[in-house]
């Protein structure tokens, strides 16, 4: 059998998984790809590093030129992350006439446009299965089977790390930085939380989707963003009281040839099949005019679930099956879709306040409402301090505007303390 040699930038978490594949399934990936793939380089920081892994005598470098310059060497798979050295060791190995596989959404986000044109002038192919969603074969399903719809909405759950923190705060009622260490060592976050905890990372990945799923190139800059940060044992008891569990979604939705883009903690009713999914999973619903609702499930992040990504797209570039002109769609070449003003935007909204325990401040609340058109579904009101109450309202679908008119006038209420939290619903009709 014809051997292939490839190299690894990163030998982090995914790198290990990478690896870790490669070896255990290596007969049935020759079958597969009809090449026995040899590992022949792999890019780290620190040579001197400790790791789980020992490897063959020469393999570990620090030197990309070790990589670029050597001509054997036909597939480069970037796992070492962030934006400055990745993006420019992809482009001098493209150069190189090197393929390229990555798990990197903040790249591919941010700079597909300029990647994808370098692919097409360089005749190599560029693969990012693993950027979105981990496991779960999104980008395929996009791009191939689901090619005969026009999709109508993505919703998705679709960082594991912010999922592994709400379910483990909802469900073992452990605390936020509890969560966020554990997601850490398990080796989902990111090498900088903030990105899935405020939600960039989960921008990153809708970008990519909605590029890909409208025909149209979307600037992650023009998705709406709220993180998790904010969210409170006390949310995710309220939530519970009136029958719904938080997640932060990732929503693209189109209407009239006007995309609507957002990330955002979400209350769900609890008995839709996205509230159950928990810890690291991730799940994608998509519905298209033919198919209908379609939901994938699976890990999100971890070494052998993203792992399986980045080594199906090593197959699918040995069997050389997809030319890179099928990634014209997020290069920007398609139909431009104008994104709503996020003003625009409607929903039902779960609205928490903080108020003085006086008669009237109730009615005057609900008044405001009234006045700016946001009608009350339900409300709740607890005593839990003798100088304040909590009061709790679910409205109907209204718009962001008419919500933040309200929202300011109650505020200027003698007897409203705090508005404390504004969280949006989603009820998947
Ligand atoms: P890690 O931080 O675990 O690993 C990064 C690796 O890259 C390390 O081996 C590090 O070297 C090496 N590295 C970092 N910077 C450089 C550099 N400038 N030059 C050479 N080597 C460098 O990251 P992950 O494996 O978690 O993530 C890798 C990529 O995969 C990221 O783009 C991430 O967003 C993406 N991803 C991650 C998932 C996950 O579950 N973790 C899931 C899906 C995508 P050293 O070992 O010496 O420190
Ligand atoms: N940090 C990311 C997550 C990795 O938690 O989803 C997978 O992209």
């Known amino acids: 059998m014809e051997k292939v040699k490839i190299a690894i930038l990163g030998f982090g978490n995914v790198g290990t998984g990478v690896w870790k594949i490669l070896q255990e399934n290596r007969k049935e990936i020759m079958k597969r790809s009809n090449y026995d793939i040899e590992v022949a380089k792999i890019l780290v920081s620190d040579i001197n590093k400790k790791r789980e892994i020992e490897l063959p005598k020469g393999v570990l470098t620090n030197n990309i030129d070790d990589i670029i310059n050597d001509d054997s060497i036909k597939i480069v798979v970037e796992l070492i992350g962030g934006r400055g050295q990745a993006k420019e060791y992809m482009i001098r190995a493209m150069k190189a006439k090197k393929h390229i596989v990555t798990a990197n959404k903040l790249v591919v986000a941010n700079w597909g446009e300029e990647l994808f044109?370098?692919?097409?002038?360089?005749?190599?192919?560029?693969?990012?299965?693993?950027?979105?969603?981990?496991?779960?074969?999104?980008?395929?399903?996009?791009?191939?089977?689901?090619?005969?719809?026009?999709?109508?909405?993505?919703?998705?759950?679709?960082?594991?790390?912010?999922?592994?923190?709400?379910?483990?705060?909802?469900?073992?009622?452990?605390?936020?930085d509890e969560a966020l260490k554990e997601a850490q060592d398990k080796g989902y976050a990111e090498a900088d939380p903030t990105s899935d905890v405020d939600g960039f990372d989960a921008v990153y990945k809708l970008a990519i989707m909605a590029s890909l799923a409208f025909g149209t190139k979307v600037d992650h800059d023009c998705i709406y963003r709220e993180g998790i940060r904010n969210i409170s044992a006390v949310d995710i008891e309220y939530a519970q009281k009136f029958g719904y569990t938080i997640k932060l979604l990732a929503i693209a939705k189109e209407e009239n040839n006007k995309l609507e883009l957002r990330v955002h903690p979400t209350l769900i009713p609890s008995n839709h099949p996205m509230a159950n999914v928990n810890d690291v999973f991730n799940a994608i619903l998509i519905k298209g005019n033919a198919v209908g609702e379609l939901m994938l499930y699976g890990k999100g992040a971890g070494d052998l679930p993203t792992g399986s990504a980045v080594v199906g797209d090593i197959i699918s570039i040995l069997r050389n099956n997809v030319k890179p002109s099928d990634l014209k769609a997020i290069s920007g070449e398609e139909d431009f879709k104008e994104v709503k003003n996020s003003d625009e935007n409607e929903s039902e909204f779960y609205i928490r306040l903080n108020v003085k325990d006086r008669a009237g401040v109730l009615g005057d609340t609900a008044k405001i409402f009234g006045k700016n058109n946001v009608s009350i579904t339900s409300l709740t009101q607890d005593v839990v301090h003798k100088e304040y109450v909590l009061l709790a309202f679910i409205t109907h679908k209204s718009s962001e505007r008419n919500i933040r008119e309200s929202l300011k006038k109650i505020k200027e209420l003698e007897n409203v303390n705090e508005i404390e939290s504004i969280i949006r619903i989603e009820s998947f009709n």
Do not use: C, H, W
């Open 117 to 176: 044109k370098i692919a097409e002038e360089e005749n190599v192919l560029f693969y990012y299965e693993a950027s979105v969603a981990g496991g779960i074969p999104i980008i395929r399903e996009i791009n191939e089977s689901l090619t005969a719809n026009r999709i109508e909405q993505i919703i998705g759950i679709i960082n594991g790390t912010t999922n592994y923190i709400l379910s483990k705060m909802t469900n073992d009622g452990i605390s936020f």
